[in-house]
């Protein structure tokens, strides 16, 4: 139980009160706490994550989301085409594909909202349907707004934690943490996507759960509001929780995952660490100088390295600037750089879901005369 | 989580509780969720207002045109029913509109899924509807019927024959009354379960109750009072009136609507757990 209250001691290191006004978290600063935040205090918040990540994440084991051949079909049309991919606790799992390729759908069936037409989901060994208290198991964020217009934002939390008995000083603490706490008494129809979006992560904390899924949860933030997610994921990940969160944004899941699984088409198209991911891509490649370029590069070809002039250097690919050092010496080439170049993970999910793209299809097919 | 681990001591954030969620959570949830939207509130008031005064309006100028009124109209003057048909008519309408918005609000909004995300048992769920917006409805109503028959009853002074409680079949009509309100809110709900659309659901409950009677009175003949009797709103007036010759008894009507309220709220079980939410 220790551990469990330590992990929650990450979120709230200050008295929700003090949090939620001098904006110990970013996401409060923004906007009704703005004038009282500063950078000092953003610092401090960032020590709490560092102390979180000194907990163990001991009992966290069986915190895991599991798919096996996970297939939704829609009529003739196949959103999720037999999915198989684990989640792990401890680290952050980007769930990666273009818009159309069955996210949410993925999410919404480990959630037990939508059933599958094959396969099955599990989460920490169990459907959703057969959890004791779920939302002290599973946290969700799945879409933004989905609240009703009328209630207010403490209202609506209170009638999720009583459905799982959930302390109802937790509401207060939770609104706080989120930002909301000076709104909370009013109608959420009032709210902007953004207040949205802060609602239904406190909504996902509330139970404090082991395992939380976010669909797209940076949709409608502004920077601080991003950031602070980008925080608040890797924190609950440190705390040894199982984080799993989607997005079409690379550029994002590059800065906050660890893991990620791609999909395109409803298909599993890799399952790997996101620097796994990068160098593996064939986007990467090396950039070369030197006052001998031309002779280089009919050496480089011959090699079968694919050459490509660029702002008067030479980029490589195919080839490792070992192989490409050793060549340029042999031949007795100076060189002026030979910097390798990573891939970005935007390089390398393009690549993977190139083929995948719906929109690629129906292009190619009014190319071909067009059936419309 | 149910985790153990010993140390420092202190209370986890949340304790994790014993056993499983139950009916007794749910319902505390679904009572929190009534009363915190505008619109239950302005359906009950508008309920109430309009039971209390239908009513009096009703028994006031009946009164006040006593003394002008023909004998037959006298002789036919049914102060029990007068005093309550407001209230029954008003209520089917706003208490079915409750009803379906109960249910359907829920879908509009896109609640149902962080409903279900705290409570994937649906049948439970839609129980602690059932019992909540019953209970609720329930109380509501009878005091529309009691408080309709009793304001109404003291407005119509002598020579006007008034009711009182103990008149025959009065406490039966009031408090029966009450109880159709409460079952022919559910069969909304119920229809809400399975249009899940406000517009769709409010259409096809109106349609049952106001504009089917239209149709079935083109129908000739006992035929057609073989099926008006089978009509919510028949049943209804079979409740508060003395029944038509071919109209079910009270009890028997009321019977008759239990069995299609159970019907559609079965239905809409089986149907919530089938469909993706």
Known sequence: MTLHRERYDVLTTRPPAESATRGSNPLAEDPYARRHGSDTDQHETADAW???????????????????????????????DDLSFTVRPGIVTGFLGPNGSGKSTTMRMIMGLDHPTGGRVTVNGRRYHDLAWPLHEVGALLEAK?????????????????????????????????????????RAGKFSLGMGQRLGIAAALLGDPGV????????????????????????LAAEGRTVFVSSHLMSEMALTADEVVVIGRGRVLAQQPVAEMTARSTARFVRVRSPELLKLRAA?????????????????????EVAIGDLAASLLITLHELSPESASLEDAFMELTEKSVEYHGALQGQARGGDR | MSMTTTGTGGTPAVATPAGRYGMADLVRSEWTK??????????????VFTGLAASAIAMGVTRAHWASMSASNKASFHPIEVS????????????????????????????????????????????????????????VAELVTFAGFLLGQALLTSPAPHATLSSPTALRAVAGAGLFLCVVGLLALGIAVLVR?????????VGVILVLPIIVSAIPGSLQD???????????????????PAAFGPWTGFFVLCGYTAVILAVGTVLMVRRDA
């Open chain 1, 50 to 80: 560092e102390h979180g990540r000194q907990i163990p994440a001991a009992g966290k084991e069986d915190s895991v989301i599991e798919a096996q051949h996970l297939t939704k079909r829609y009529g003739d049309k196949v959103a999720v």
């Open chain 1, 146 to 186: 989905a609240i009703h217009p009328g209630r207010s934002a403490r209202a609506h939390l209170r009638m999720l934690a009583e459905a799982n008995r959930i302390p109802l000083r937790r509401i207060e603490e939770l609104l706080g943490l989120v930002g909301l706490a000076s709104v909370a008494g009013q």
């Open chain 1, 212 to 235: 939380l899924i976010f669909d797209e949860p940076v949709n409608g933030l502004d920077p601080d509001g991003i950031r602070w997610v980008r925080k608040l994921l890797k924190g």
């Open chain 1, 300 to 320: 480089l070809d011959q090699q079968g390295a694919q050459t490509v002039f660029e702002d008067g250097a030479l980029t490589v690919r195919g080839m490792d």
């Open chain 2, 34 to 47: 009534l009363r915190t939207v505008r619109s239950t509130l302005w359906t009950l008031g508008m309920t």
């Open chain 2, 84 to 139: 309550l048909t407001g209230g029954y008519l008003g209520g089917t309408l706003l208490l079915g509109i409750l009803g379906i918005l109960v249910v359907s609000s829920e879908y509009a909004t896109g609640t149902i899924r962080a409903t279900l995300a705290a409570a994937p048992r649906r049948p439970m769920v839609l129980a602690a509807k059932v019992l909540v917006f019953g209970t609720v409805t329930l109380v």
């Open chain 2, 197 to 205: 659309h406000t517009a769709g659901a409010i259409s096809a409950y």
């Open chain 2, 226 to 244: 073989q099926i008006e009797r089978l009509l919510p709103l028949e049943i209804g007036s079979a409740m508060i009136n003395d029944p038509a």
